[in-house]
């Protein structure tokens, strides 16, 4: 956009002094030679090309002391969409980023060096595309909240526009602690955040007056309407729509996720217009990984169509260690294989799903060739006797 901009400037510039330019041109090649006639002509042609190049200066000038514009809804919303056709595998996958709370003086610095550093691994190593902070992390008694600030400030750092893989992109939940407003959400808008989720109207209309891109989340939402929000938020103002970045809807209840290879699933129609572009994200949690469950439950929901998947704290394995580095490696594991193009089969639903060349931890490299091997039994399996579920094992995703 600011390229386009610039381009746009200079040619309205050109076109503004094109007329006194031909005119310079004019008056040299055809009025008399004459000596007094030639350096009139020249003195025109001359001050005619230094206000060009003044001109040029000062545009430059101001474009350089011109602050970059702030994150927008329609830049979230691109984020937020996956590309190619919908239903066809495609998904955003999003998750929500708790750090655990700190026991002692030692475990917050600790968490204070680790978060920059599992900001790059998400972002390089999971293409993680967001992440959603519980407000209470960011929150706690003095001295034991979390610093969020240094993730914002490294994904700034490292991860400038345009760039590959992309920034993750960071939203504060609001939904519990309006006092956020005040105390944390200036600071940590100035250090990069993208946006907020709500769960309130109101809410959209506080993001709104602080330029922060809002993800609406509809508590109460029934999963017979499809993708159909236009019920939940039709009364908002077409201002306050437009700075709705994406709406959120609660998981789908137990059993939904029951493996059936023989019912694929049915796409949903998207909103009606004015809201067929908004990204409709639907929570996943309760799904363990294991035995190709979590793998299953995301095609699912990218066949329905949704736009993105937000996956929850509770589809961490029992007994994972409670560290930052412990969590992330689990996140960045999950997204490098559910965001996969090659053919896996899992639970006897076959489908495309995109494997990294450079999936992150060797461990799950291992894995997979344990389990191709059979060696585990074949997919879709239940567990072995040997695999204890509730101290956390658990085969594949």
């Given at each position: 956009?600011?390229?386009?901009?610039?381009?746009?400037?200079?040619?309205?510039?050109?076109?503004?002094?094109?007329?006194?330019?031909?005119?310079?041109?004019?008056?040299?090649?055809?009025?008399?030679?004459?000596?007094?006639?030639?350096?009139?002509?020249?003195?025109?042609?001359?001050?005619?090309?230094?206000?060009?190049?003044?001109?040029?200066?000062?545009?430059?000038?101001?474009?350089?002391?011109?602050?970059?514009?702030?994150?927008?809804?329609?830049?979230?919303?691109?984020?937020?969409?996956?590309?190619?056709?919908?239903?066809?595998?495609?998904?955003t996958l999003g998750l929500t980023y708790e750090p655990p709370t700190p026991s002692d003086a030692t475990q917050v610095i600790l968490l204070t060096v680790d978060i920059p550093k599992c900001s790059k691994e998400l972002r390089e190593k999971g293409k993680c595309k967001y992440i959603v902070v519980p407000g209470?992390?960011?929150?706690?008694?003095?001295?034991?909240?979390?610093?969020?600030?240094?993730?914002?400030?490294?994904?700034?750092?490292?991860?400038?526009?345009?760039?590959?893989?992309?920034?993750?992109?960071?939203?504060?939940?609001?939904?519990?602690?309006?006092?956020?407003?005040?105390?944390?959400?200036?600071?940590?808008?100035?250090?990069?955040?993208?946006?907020?989720?709500?769960?309130?109207?109101?809410?959209?209309?506080?993001?709104?007056?602080?330029?922060?891109?809002?993800?609406?989340?509809?508590?109460?939402?029934?999963?017979?309407?499809?993708?159909?929000?236009?019920?939940?938020?039709?009364?908002?103002?077409?201002?306050?729509?437009?700075?709705?970045?994406?709406?959120?809807?609660?998981?789908?209840?137990?059993?939904?996720?029951?493996?059936?290879?023989?019912?694929?699933?049915?796409?949903?129609?998207?909103?009606?217009?004015?809201?067929?572009?908004?990204?409709?994200?639907?929570?996943?949690?309760?799904?363990?990984?294991?035995?190709?469950?979590?793998?299953?439950?995301?095609?699912?929901?990218?066949?329905?169509?949704?736009?993105?998947?937000?996956?929850?704290?509770?589809?961490?394995?029992?007994?994972?260690?409670?560290?930052?580095?412990?969590?992330?490696?689990?996140?960045?594991?999950?997204?490098?294989?559910?965001?996969?193009?090659?053919?896996?089969?899992?639970?006897?639903?076959?489908?495309?799903?995109?494997?990294?060349?450079?999936?992150?931890?060797?461990?799950?490299?291992?894995?997979?060739?344990?389990?191709?091997?059979?060696?585990?039994?074949?997919?879709?399996?239940?567990?072995?006797?040997?695999?204890?579920?509730?101290?956390?094992?658990?085969?594949?995703?």
């Amino acid at each position: 956009d600011k390229h386009r901009m610039s381009s746009i400037l200079h040619i309205t510039l050109l076109l503004l002094l094109f007329p006194h330019l031909i005119h310079s041109f004019h008056h040299f090649l055809f009025q008399p030679s004459s000596s007094h006639t030639s350096a009139n002509t020249q003195h025109t042609f001359n001050t005619n090309v230094n206000h060009y190049i003044q001109t040029k200066r000062t545009i430059t000038t101001l474009k350089a002391i011109t602050p970059p514009s702030p994150t927008s809804s329609p830049i979230i919303r691109d984020v937020l969409t996956p590309t190619g056709r919908r239903g066809k595998g495609k998904i955003t996958l999003g998750l929500t980023y708790e750090p655990p709370t700190p026991s002692d003086a030692t475990q917050v610095i600790l968490l204070t060096v680790d978060i920059p550093k599992c900001s790059k691994e998400l972002r390089e190593k999971g293409k993680c595309k967001y992440i959603v902070v519980p407000g209470e992390t960011v929150k706690r008694d003095e001295g034991w909240e979390v610093d969020f600030k240094s993730f914002l400030e490294e994904q700034n750092a490292n991860a400038e526009p345009g760039s590959l893989p992309g920034p993750t992109r960071v939203f504060l939940d609001v939904t519990r602690d309006p006092t956020l407003w005040n105390d944390k959400i200036p600071s940590l808008k100035k250090s990069g955040l993208a946006g907020v989720l709500v769960d309130k109207h109101e809410d959209i209309a506080k993001a709104e007056s602080l330029n922060l891109p809002a993800l609406y989340k509809i508590n109460d939402y029934d999963h017979t309407k499809g993708l159909d929000v236009t019920a939940y938020i039709s009364t908002l103002s077409e201002k306050l729509s437009s700075n709705l970045a994406g709406c959120v809807l609660p998981g789908h209840p137990e059993g939904f996720y029951d493996q059936d290879e023989n019912k694929p699933p049915t796409l949903l129609q998207k909103p009606p217009p004015p809201y067929d572009d908004l990204p409709i994200i639907i929570e996943l949690g309760g799904v363990k990984a294991g035995d190709g469950e979590l793998q299953y439950a995301t095609r699912k929901l990218a066949g329905m169509g949704y736009s993105s998947i937000l996956m929850l704290p509770s589809i961490l394995p029992v007994g994972l260690p409670p560290t930052l580095p412990d969590i992330t490696n689990f996140w960045v594991a999950a997204l490098s294989t559910l965001g996969s193009l090659r053919s896996n089969k899992f639970g006897g639903f076959r489908s495309k799903v995109a494997l990294e060349k450079d999936v992150p931890m060797e461990w799950l490299n291992y894995q997979k060739d344990v389990m191709s091997s059979g060696a585990l039994g074949a997919t879709g399996e239940k567990p072995s006797a040997d695999i204890n579920t509730d101290a956390g094992d658990y085969q594949g995703f």
